[in-house]
């Protein structure tokens, strides 16, 4: 099979899947999960084969795998649509198909397969338990399983076709067909617990906010279309002239050129998928979904899809524009709300006591991490950043997961529902009872810190600071300098809290480790989370730099028109990225160490007033409420019900009395008195007909065909006299 | 001579309405058979005459009829389809159809509903095929006169009159304005060539001058657009839906809005071109303030009709705002958007329906849990939120995306204004899913919710089928509308 069929088929084995779940296997539990994962496995198999194809190719980048067909006949020629694997989308594709095939395997022991159903679940719930007796006849309380269990994977197996299939598209329009998918799936996923009234809303807060980007993305998609004729990335993005045509086109807006407005709308698609602020507010919310594998999602994999399209459309962002000069409109709106949110979102992310929403606010953070360098034009920082994030996202992600369950077991245990299994305050001392969970984490932990040398976050993050410091964007480079030194400390507060120390209640002593189906995958994110850095190491660093040739770089780089080329080596970024992340560690370290049950966080003295605005993330979610919710709310139920009945009908209802007023005085007036005198057949019914027509608001069929027949008549009798 | 298709597709169901109303009263399930019967050779015909348009798009139009009839006044029966046309022919046989498998258990004189039903077919299908002006508005008068019997007699009680009247008054009154136009133009051209003529062939090619068309665009395109629900007409449309029958909602906003945009895009633009492109500014406007007013409205009502009835206006809306753009993509978006939406409506239609048959309640806070035993209206109407979200890979993103690639041209601050209402979409459906479908079905339900019928499963698994096909498969479609569409923009740059 040539590698272009094998690049075709990577989506389908998932969405098979679905529909078999859907259809077929949804009443047993075990095949559901076999279904599911054998296709995930199928996909991660065509994926890794099209990886290390597209590896052994010398100078890949000049030369891609892409296959299209003719979907849509335009006139002359077609729309086509199609798959392609260049550079960029290989190392995408490597990270999707592993993360992907570890939620699959970490799903089943998530949602407890193999544990007897719950004593009263219901659909729609999370699973609350189910008493067993053993062989002693000593009943236990123990994890139940999932009651809608095939129905999740087959959610979760549409998801994974959304995010195939927006990987392999060769352009801007499947691209988006995957991205709806995947908006979709999250919409589904999050409300997957549908009976929980939280978990409803946030499936439509982010169904809504997302779609909110998505409109102006598909602007920018049509307009971009009516422009060039096509949405093929070969056709616009690696097209000299087309580019330089889009780049001198006026924009009707804002004085922008067209390629700057065009990519601001996508952008703007950007920030919903990828949480940017201003429209972030969905993405905590998302961990109201199954924990944590919908987490993952909205974590690892499906927000990556929005940086992933910026990347992806990067030459028409940067048409006409040479990394190093100053930057364009539409860049210095990318960079800032890139900069702004990583900063944002590390400072929300100090004040949280979900060990969730920890990572949620770290995800924006790392995000805008991202964006911030291609907004300064650093494509291959930006690239390396989201694959090393996703492997160690999706590590902490699972780990969080792994925690969650443990406590979980412990409130099974104690029969306490009160206590907040996901609120860090109450674990502590978990590192004994769940080591592989902890070891994990610590490792997921530190590569998000920026730990130095070892971790592959360290190589990422330290390549944006250089780019920024070398291109001489202070502003950015200091943004992202302190939301990394808050990162290292936030992550260091949530291992402390989480791990070290003693247990602070009951259910944290009696957390266990979870199955192997949850460590395993761990186990194997931990080997990415620290060994993919060293893939990626700049050439000229000091020492080790060059012992092995910077393969991301040339790879990945190779993507483009114009290879960037490397940065030469300064110390000031290195020794910035070494303070922040061993200070922040360090601090986090020594702040929360001594942290007991029931004390005010350490934080709250020291921030006064800002504490509790950061623990409700700066009041966005009121505001919006006030700004938006309200007044759309407003408009629809006063403004415009008025208008529609009051005024459009009321106008109608007027004329229709004044037509039967008008008929009643001439019944009553001429007809009655003057005709009726003269012909003399008065009728007392009719009058009392005509009475009856008053009160109908709109009357009788006749007296109005009567109407409009007259009109008709007069109107014509004025037209045979015009001409 | 060859085989007179057309006609027969226009009159089989205008013969089985006669025919109907010759049986006797007793006889309930004959009539139904006879129904669905011509019903489905109709579909077959029309079926058919898409294909052979399908695999021979022109611009002209196809298997032309003409049959002098009064040649003293220039009147002939003239018939023919073209790529615009021929989808909408197509789509009234669909609607058809699945309208006599869902309105299976009409038990209240059942031969007089079905034979209004038929007339009222003969009607739609007799517009979309009339190259005859005088035709034209003889079928468009026998469109939506049934419509007041139909909604006044086997209505929702509590408003069937109000609403059968406010709709007859509406549609009659905005016809009189347009057939006022017609008789100018017959008179203008009679001036000019000295002939009399109905033949909008002939009529295209008269040459009215510029203050003529001036005058009279304005009154033609919106009389008829009134019966595509513009603003400030729209009104009768929401309040007929929430009153008629379920069988007759699905014709209603299916095919009989089409009607309105379909009979100004063919009388008003094609006829008036300089017209159109002075005036389009204020059509432009109309449309865009369809667009977004109609979704706000839908968003708080809280009968499901409703909710159908105002989304029906603002899509309808964009058929408008895609036909004012006189661009390419904008008017092959409005085309296609007739035919998905018709689709899409009479699901959401049918769908409603169902529910309330048996819950024999459409308000949303009422309802609940019903996705539990309705499966297959649930998922049907899933299927049909996301068509009315634009999802790509079902027919609404197919249509509306030329739509909004058209009217970005004209205006990218409409456009942007526009897509708010996609947004808005995506909130209400996503509330009457949530709500209706999902969520705690409440206690005095349970358990008299019954199954339905096979025969409506075929209604809506055909209608999803076709939403689907269009979505992933546009070259079905695309290339017979986008050769009609040419026709028009000749006219258009030729005038």
Redesign the interface.
């Known amino acids: 099979m040539s590698i272009e069929n094998i690049i075709w088929l990577i989506p389908l084995p998932p969405l098979l899947a679905f529909f078999l779940i859907v259809l077929f296997t949804n009443k047993n539990k075990a095949l559901s999960h076999s279904v599911g994962v054998f296709a995930a496995f199928l996909s991660f198999v065509g994926s890794m084969v099209v990886f290390f194809r597209a590896l052994g190719i010398h100078e890949f980048g000049k030369e891609i795998f892409a296959s299209s067909i003719e979907?849509?006949?335009?006139?002359t020629s077609y729309l086509k649509i199609g798959v392609q694997i260049d550079p960029i989308s290989a190392v995408v594709l490597f990270f999707v198909s592993i993360t992907i095939l570890m939620i699959f395997i970490y799903s089943v022991g998530y949602h407890n397969y193999g544990q007897p159903a719950g004593d009263h679940d219901h659909k729609?719930l999370p699973p609350h338990g189910a008493t067993v007796t053993d062989e002693h006849g000593h009943s236990h309380t123990v994890l139940s399983v999932e009651p809608m269990y095939s129905r999740f994977f087959a959610f979760l197996a549409l998801f994974a076709f959304g995010m195939y299939t927006l990987v392999v598209s060769d352009n801007l329009?499947t691209l988006?067909?995957g991205w709806?998918?995947m908006g979709?799936c999250s919409?589904l996923l999050i409300?997957f617990w549908?009976?929980k009234p939280s978990a409803?809303d946030a499936a439509?807060k982010a169904?809504?906010t997302t779609?909110?980007g998505d409109?102006?993305m598909?602007?920018g998609?049509?307009?971009l279309?009516?422009l060039t004729g096509t949405l093929g990335y070969r056709e616009i993005f690696y097209n000299e002239e087309t580019l330089h045509m889009l780049a001198t086109t006026a924009?009707?807006?804002f004085g922008m050129s067209a390629s700057g407005l065009i990519a601001l709308l996508l952008f703007i698609g950007t920030v919903g998928k990828s949480a940017q602020w201003p429209l972030h507010i969905w993405l905590p919310d998302a961990m109201e979904g199954p924990t944590p594998v919908s987490a993952m999602i909205h974590a690892a994999t499906m927000v990556s899809a929005g940086v992933y399209m910026v990347i992806r459309i990067f030459p028409l962002l940067t048409a006409d524009w040479h990394h190093g000069e100053p930057l364009t409109t539409t860049l210095t709106i990318v960079a800032f709300i890139g900069s702004f949110t990583a900063l944002f979102a590390a400072t929300i992310a100090l004040a949280q006591n979900d060990i969730k929403k920890v990572l949620a606010y770290s995800t924006i953070s790392q995000l805008g991490f991202m964006i911030a360098a291609l907004g300064i034009g650093a494509y291959v920082a930006a690239a390396f950043h989201l694959v090393t994030h996703a492997f160690f996202k999706a590590l902490l992600f699972l780990g969080s997961g792994s925690v969650i369950h443990g406590m979980e077991h412990g409130v099974m245990h104690t029969g306490d529902h009160h206590v907040d299994p996901q609120d860090m305050k109450n674990m502590g001392g978990l590192a004994k009872k769940m080591p592989i969970t902890f070891w994990t984490f610590v490792i997921g932990g530190f590569a998000l810190s920026g730990f130095p040398l070892v971790t592959a976050g360290f190589w990422s993050k330290d390549e944006i600071l250089a780019d920024a410091f070398a291109n001489g964007h202070w502003a950015v480079f200091a943004t992202l300098a302190i939301a990394a030194l808050m990162t290292a400390f936030y992550t260091m507060r949530q291992i402390t809290l989480t791990f070290l120390g003693e247990p602070r209640t009951k259910e944290a002593e009696h957390a266990s480790e979870t199955p192997w189906t949850m460590t395993t995958p761990l186990v194997i994110l931990s080997v990415f989370a620290v060994g993919y850095g060293w893939v990626g190491i700049p050439e000229h660093f000091p020492a080790i730099g060059g012992l092995m040739p910077n393969w991301f770089h040339h790879f990945v780089g190779a993507t483009l028109l114009h290879e960037a080329e490397a940065l030469e080596f300064a110390w000031p970024p290195l020794l910035t990225s070494l303070v922040v992340a061993l200070g922040g560690l360090g601090l986090g370290w020594f702040v929360y160490k001594d942290y007991k049950a029931g004390q005010p966080d350490p934080l709250e003295k020291p921030l006064g007033a800002l504490y509790p605005v950061l623990q409700n993330k700066y009041y966005f979610d009121e505001l919006y409420m006030a700004l938006f919710v309200k007044p759309?709310?407003w408009?629809?139920?006063v403004f415009?019900?008025a208008?529609?009945r009051n005024v459009?009908?009321g106008i109608?209802h007027f004329v229709?009395r004044s037509a039967l007023f008008i008929g009643h005085s001439l019944r009553n007036y001429i007809d009655k008195p003057i005709i009726n005198e003269l012909i003399g057949d008065g009728s007392a019914e009719v009058v009392w007909k005509a009475q009856a027509i008053k009160v109908?608001?709109?009357?009788?069929?006749q007296s109005?065909?009567l109407g409009?027949v007259s009109?008709?008549l007069v109107?014509?009798a004025v037209?045979y006299y015009f001409? | 001579m060859q085989f007179p298709i057309i006609s027969i597709i226009v009159f089989t169901p205008l013969v089985a309405a006669v025919i109907m109303l010759m049986m006797s009263k007793e006889a309930k399930t004959e009539v139904r058979v006879l129904a669905l019967a011509a019903a489905v050779f109709d579909l077959i015909l029309s079926g058919w005459l898409y294909f052979q348009v399908y695999a021979n798009p022109t611009t002209a139009y196809q298997f032309i009829e003409k049959v002098a009839w009064l040649p003293i006044l220039g009147i002939s029966y003239h018939v023919g389809v073209d790529g615009i046309s021929a989808p909408m022919v197509l789509l009234t046989g669909i609607v058809m159809f699945t309208g006599v498998l869902i309105s299976w258990g009409v038990d209240d004189r059942p031969r007089e509903f079905f034979a209004f039903l038929f007339l009222l077919a003969g009607g739609v299908f007799g517009v979309f095929v009339s190259l005859d002006l005088f035709m034209l508005f003889f079928f468009y008068e026998i469109a939506v006169f049934p419509m007041?019997l139909l909604i006044a007699i086997w209505g929702w009680k509590v408003t069937r009159?109000?609403a059968?009247?406010?709709l007859?008054?509406y549609l009659?009154?905005g016809s009189?304005f347009a057939?006022?136009g017609a008789?100018?133009m017959y008179?203008?051209n009679y001036?000019m060539h000295g002939v009399l003529t109905f033949d909008m062939l002939e009529l295209e090619k008269a040459g009215f001058s510029s203050a003529f068309q001036y005058i009279w665009f304005m009154p033609v395109f919106m009389g008829f657009a009134v019966l595509g629900g513009i603003f400030?007409f729209h009104?009768w449309s929401p309040d007929g839906h929430v009153a008629a029958p379920t069988a007759v909602s699905m014709f209603h906003a299916g095919v009989l809005m089409k009607l309105g945009a379909f009979a100004a895009l063919r009388v008003g633009i094609m006829l008036l071109p300089e017209g159109a492109k002075q005036w389009g500014w204020l059509i432009f406007g109309f449309a865009m303030v369809n667009v977004v007013?109609g979704a706000?409205?839908a968003?708080?009502q809280t009968d499901m009709k409703y909710v159908i009835g105002f989304s029906s206006v603002s899509h309808m809306g964009l058929v408008s705002l895609g036909f004012a753009t006189l661009n390419r993509?904008g008017m092959i978006g409005a085309s296609l958007q007739m035919f998905s939406h018709g689709v899409m409506t009479a699901l959401f239609f049918a769908a409603v329906g169902m529910v309330y048959d048996r819950a024999h309640t459409r308000q949303i806070p009422e309802l609940g849990g019903m996705s539990k035993p309705l499966p297959w209206v649930a998922v049907a109407f899933i299927i049909g939120s996301?068509v009315s979200?634009?999802?790509?890979?079902f027919s609404g993103f197919v249509a509306e995306?030329p739509i909004?690639?058209g009217v970005?041209?004209v205006?990218?601050?409409a456009?942007?204004v526009a897509?708010?209402s996609?947004?808005?979409t995506?909130?209400y459906v996503?509330l009457v899913v949530?709500k209706a479908f999902?969520?705690?079905m409440p206690e005095h339900l349970e358990g008299h919710i019954t199954p339905i019928r096979p025969l409506d499963k075929v209604a809506l698994v055909t209608l999803c089928l076709l939403m689907i096909t269009l979505g992933t498969l546009?070259?079905v479609m695309?290339?017979m509308v986008?050769q009609g569409v040419?026709n028009v923009l000749r006219i258009l740059g030729g005038a």
């Open positions: 979907w849509l006949p335009t006139g729609g329009l988006f067909v709806e998918v979709l919409y409300g549908y009976a409803r439509v169904f809504m779609r909110v409109v102006f598909l602007l998609l049509a307009y279309y009516s924009a009707p807006l759309m709310n408009v629809s139920e415009t019900p208008m529609d459009i009908d109608l229709s109908i608001q709109t009357g009788r069929a109005y065909l409009s009109a008709f109107i014509v037209l001409f | 007041y009159e109000y059968a009247m406010k007859t008054l009659f009154i009189v057939l006022v008789l100018a008179y203008a001036q400030p009104n007013y706000f409205i968003m708080i993509e996301l979200m634009g999802m790509p890979g995306f909004f690639m970005w041209q205006s990218s601050i456009a942007i897509s708010i996609i947004v808005i995506a909130a996503l949530r999902f969520g705690d546009p070259g695309v290339p986008s040419e």
